[in-house]
């Protein structure tokens, strides 16, 4: 059980255009999911919490209108790096908490993005 | 706000134990996790301590001293598929906050 799931595993995308990375939790249903991004050899650095039917709430730096995130149901968020740059590109995690469980998170396989 | 401080690299020998350390500052401090991330992949989760003490995972273990903010995990008969990166995080609401990650090299 507690299996979140990202769609799609890898994108490469052309600088200007947006892309859209979904997380859907398989067996359970997610109150919350976060965004991370990590780029190589750093850590998770967290971007924004998703919260169902509400608006995300972002980090500190984090261009909210650059990287819009929806969350319309209790097993799927979706972020959407918009007029994406070389410099977005990086693997991008998310983690869902089990509605049931309190404060476990179950985070997703990651997708890659490249902005060429 | 709120920092962790661990080793960037750990080096050891196959078979032998190895112990990560990690340091935290945080306001509203819940809990001290363990993550494993292998190149390319996502994070797993290893432990979790919320309570002083040491809380044993089969090969792993996970310690944690509210007084000193301070914990650690242990990996004891290293095998070299535990070459990863290790993250220790803390909880803050309901939030988890990585540490920069620590490098573990596993030598034959």
């Known amino acids: 059980g507690a299996v979140v799931s990202q769609h799609p595993s890898r994108v490469i995308c052309k600088s200007g255009t947006s892309v859209k990375i979904e997380c859907r939790s398989l067996d359970f249903q997610a109150t919350t999911m976060f965004w991370y991004r990590q780029f190589p050899k750093q850590s998770l650095m967290l971007m924004a919490t998703s919260n169902e039917g509400s608006k995300a709430t972002y980090e500190q730096g984090v261009e909210k209108d650059k990287f819009l995130i929806n969350h319309a149901s209790l097993t799927l968020s979706t972020l959407t790096v918009t007029s994406a740059h070389p410099e977005d590109s990086s693997f991008y995690i998310c983690s869902a908490r089990d509605r049931d469980t309190a404060y476990e998170q179950y985070f997703g396989p990651g997708t890659r993005l490249t902005v060429t | 706000g709120q920092s962790l401080e661990q080793p960037s690299e750990v080096t050891a020998v196959e078979g032998a134990i190895v112990q990560i350390n990690c340091t935290y500052q945080t306001s509203g401090f819940y809990g001290l996790s363990w993550y494993q991330q292998h190149d390319g992949g996502a994070p797993t989760f290893l432990s979790y301590n919320a309570l002083d003490g040491l809380e044993e995972t089969g090969r792993f273990s996970s310690f944690l001293s509210r007084s000193d903010s301070y914990g650690y995990l242990l990996l004891q008969e290293l095998q070299m598929k535990d070459s990863a990166s290790y993250f220790c995080?803390?909880?803050?609401?309901?939030?988890?906050?990585f540490g920069k990650g620590t490098r573990l090299h596993i030598l034959p």
């Open positions: 995080a803390v909880r803050r609401d309901d939030k988890i906050i």
